[in-house]
């Protein structure tokens, strides 16, 4: 990558695209689409994904499976900056005629699926890394997964069937920003430590920061690149509302929102 700069700088930007998004569609999940912005930054400004804005359903593209749709508002204006739709959408989300709703479907061209209900996008994204795999094509699928949503048990389903069919083509993020809906993973079920975990259903399990954008490039790239014969994992350590002071570490911040004075304000403060 030649400039480690450049990605800082879209994530900055794309932190701030999303607060205006919040201040025009209050009902977004605002502190887990914040958690998650460097990981979609550097998957298409860093080019690890193979992509094609004018051609979304090219057989030669990568898949990305977003499975915490609500928490991916951020996906927005990265879709809109790389002409999957007129960047003009970003003033509209939520309103009526718009193809941006405050939780995404796969109606939104960039969005291979519907995972509004949590815990079902890494069995949809095996299914595909199955059929890619059968079909002996390069094409890799990718994964964003919240924490929380590893109480679900369809997940565990789909961590065992990778495992077991060994799609070394398949590589999941966790955004693991330690906070569910109600409070700190930790003190719903605390599902660490989850490399052991993963090591043990016959993954490649890497731990990095999240919020670092050289770590994730580099591992990130890595794990494309690899050719072990099992699916990878990328645990990324990140912040839930990332970028927001009051909502930081709020064990509830999943829930909150802010006001148009306070997001004007953050919008000053952001350098």
Known sequence: MNSFKFLEEKALWVRKETLKIHKIASGIRLASSLSCVEILTVLYYGKILKYYPKDIYNKERDRL?????????S?????GDLGFFDMNELEMVG?????????PDCSIPGYESMNGSLGHGLGVACGMALALKREKRKERVFVLLGDGELYEG????????AGHHNLDNLVLIIDNNKI???????????????HEK????KWKSVIINGHDVEQLYNALLSLKQDEVDKPKVLIAD???????????????????SLNAEQIDKLLIEMK
Request: proline fraction near 6%; hydrophobic fraction near 45%; aromatic fraction near 10%.
């Open 75 to 79: 996906f927005y204006p990265i879709l």
């Open 180 to 194: 569910c809906m109600l409070d700190y993973c930790k003190k719903i079920i605390d599902i660490e430590p989850l």
């Open 65 to 73: 499976i977003i499975s915490k749709a609500h928490g991916s508002v």
């Open 95 to 103: 309103k009526h005629g718009s193809i941006l709703g405050d939780i």
């Open 198 to 201: 993963f090591n043990v259903f």
């Open 238 to 256: 990140t912040v839930k509302g990332k970028g927001v002071p009051s909502l930081e570490n709020d064990p509830l911040c999943h829930v909150k």
């Open 154 to 161: 369809s997940v565990w389903e789909a961590i065992m069937f």
